[in-house]
Protein backbone atom coordinates (compact mmCIF):
# COMPACT_ATOMS: atom_id res chain seq x y z
CA UNK A 1 0.00 0.00 0.00
CA UNK A 2 1.46 3.26 -0.62
CA UNK A 3 0.73 6.26 1.65
CA UNK A 4 0.88 10.32 0.73
CA UNK A 5 4.04 11.98 1.68
CA UNK A 6 1.75 14.08 4.39
CA UNK A 7 1.37 10.73 6.00
CA UNK A 8 4.77 10.11 6.29
CA UNK A 9 5.90 13.25 7.75
CA UNK A 10 2.69 12.80 10.47
CA UNK A 11 4.22 9.39 11.06
CA UNK A 12 7.59 10.65 12.03
CA UNK A 13 5.84 13.85 14.01
CA UNK A 14 4.19 11.47 15.92
CA UNK A 15 7.47 9.55 16.57
CA UNK A 16 9.51 12.82 17.27
CA UNK A 17 6.95 13.34 20.15
CA UNK A 18 7.15 9.87 21.55
CA UNK A 19 10.60 10.36 22.54
CA UNK A 20 11.93 11.18 26.13
CA UNK A 21 15.61 11.68 26.30
CA UNK A 22 16.40 10.29 23.04
CA UNK A 23 14.37 6.87 23.87
CA UNK A 24 10.82 6.04 22.87
CA UNK A 25 7.78 5.50 25.74
CA UNK A 26 5.92 2.74 25.79
CA UNK A 27 3.19 4.95 27.24
CA UNK A 28 3.33 8.04 25.01
CA UNK A 29 2.92 5.53 22.24
CA UNK A 30 0.02 3.94 23.09
CA UNK A 31 -1.32 7.84 24.31
CA UNK A 32 -0.58 8.87 20.37
CA UNK A 33 -2.00 5.56 19.08
CA UNK A 34 -5.41 6.27 21.08
CA UNK A 35 -5.33 9.95 20.42
CA UNK A 36 -5.20 9.55 16.50
CA UNK A 37 -7.78 6.42 16.87
CA UNK A 38 -10.45 8.88 18.27
CA UNK A 39 -9.72 12.10 16.30
CA UNK A 40 -9.67 9.58 12.69
CA UNK A 41 -7.45 12.33 10.49
CA UNK A 42 -7.36 12.05 6.54
CA UNK A 43 -5.56 8.73 5.73
CA UNK A 44 -5.39 7.66 9.97
CA UNK A 45 -5.16 4.06 8.85
CA UNK A 46 -1.65 5.05 6.29
CA UNK A 47 0.00 7.14 8.91
CA UNK A 48 -0.83 4.69 11.85
CA UNK A 49 0.74 1.94 9.70
CA UNK A 50 3.72 3.78 8.39
CA UNK A 51 3.82 4.98 12.54
CA UNK A 52 3.91 1.18 13.36
CA UNK A 53 6.84 0.86 11.37
CA UNK A 54 8.75 3.47 12.40
CA UNK A 55 8.26 1.92 16.30
CA UNK A 56 8.95 -1.69 14.86
CA UNK A 57 12.31 0.16 12.89
CA UNK A 58 13.29 1.89 16.51
CA UNK A 59 12.87 -0.98 18.56
CA UNK A 60 14.72 -3.15 16.61
CA UNK A 61 17.88 -0.71 16.49
CA UNK A 62 17.70 -0.04 20.20
CA UNK A 63 17.26 -3.92 21.49
CA UNK A 64 21.06 -6.13 21.26
CA UNK A 65 20.63 -9.21 20.81
CA UNK A 66 23.50 -11.07 22.00
CA UNK A 67 24.21 -15.30 21.41
CA UNK A 68 26.43 -17.39 23.23
CA UNK A 69 26.77 -21.30 23.25
CA UNK A 70 26.77 -21.33 27.16
CA UNK A 71 24.68 -19.20 29.52
CA UNK A 72 26.96 -15.93 30.25
CA UNK A 73 28.10 -15.30 34.14
CA UNK A 74 26.34 -11.66 35.39
CA UNK A 75 29.83 -10.18 35.17
CA UNK A 76 30.13 -10.68 31.31
CA UNK A 77 27.00 -9.81 31.12
CA UNK A 78 27.27 -6.43 32.86
CA UNK A 79 30.66 -5.90 30.66
CA UNK A 80 28.87 -6.52 27.74
CA UNK A 81 26.28 -4.04 28.49
CA UNK A 82 28.59 -1.67 29.39
CA UNK A 83 30.62 -1.23 26.18
CA UNK A 84 27.36 -1.66 24.13
CA UNK A 85 25.81 1.04 26.04
CA UNK A 86 28.94 3.35 25.36
CA UNK A 87 28.91 2.54 22.01
CA UNK A 88 25.19 2.91 21.14
CA UNK A 89 24.12 5.32 23.83
CA UNK A 90 21.22 4.15 26.59
CA UNK A 91 18.22 2.92 26.22
CA UNK A 92 19.16 -0.34 25.32
CA UNK A 93 17.36 -3.32 25.77
CA UNK A 94 19.30 -6.70 25.94
CA UNK A 95 18.25 -9.95 25.33
CA UNK A 96 20.45 -12.86 26.01
CA UNK A 97 19.91 -16.24 24.90
CA UNK A 98 21.96 -19.61 24.42
CA UNK A 99 22.45 -21.44 21.29
CA UNK A 100 24.61 -24.36 21.08
CA UNK A 101 25.36 -24.06 17.48
CA UNK A 102 27.70 -21.29 17.74
CA UNK A 103 30.45 -23.96 19.34
CA UNK A 104 32.12 -20.85 21.18
CA UNK A 105 32.48 -17.25 21.06
CA UNK A 106 29.33 -14.62 20.67
CA UNK A 107 27.39 -13.29 18.40
CA UNK A 108 26.01 -9.53 18.56
CA UNK A 109 22.97 -8.31 16.68
CA UNK A 110 22.47 -4.48 17.55
CA UNK A 111 19.28 -3.22 14.58
CA UNK A 112 21.50 -4.44 11.31
CA UNK A 113 25.00 -4.34 13.20
CA UNK A 114 25.84 -7.99 13.32
CA UNK A 115 29.01 -9.21 15.68
CA UNK A 116 30.21 -12.41 15.20
CA UNK A 117 32.77 -13.80 16.55
CA UNK A 118 31.50 -17.31 16.97
CA UNK A 119 33.70 -20.30 16.01
CA UNK A 120 30.33 -21.55 13.88
CA UNK A 121 30.79 -18.42 11.65
CA UNK A 122 35.07 -18.48 11.32
CA UNK A 123 34.59 -22.48 10.09
CA UNK A 124 32.22 -21.01 7.87
CA UNK A 125 34.08 -18.84 6.43
CA UNK A 126 36.82 -20.92 6.25
CA UNK A 127 35.08 -23.17 4.88
CA UNK A 128 33.83 -20.76 2.33
CA UNK A 129 37.33 -19.61 1.41
CA UNK A 130 38.62 -23.54 -0.28
Do not use: W
Amino acid sequence: MKISKQARRDAKELLQSCRVNGVLDEARVRQVVQQVIAAKPRGYLAILGHFQRLVRLDLDRRTARVESPVPLAVPQQASLRANLTRRYGAGLIFDFTRNPGLIGGLRVQIGSDVFDGSVAARLTALETSF
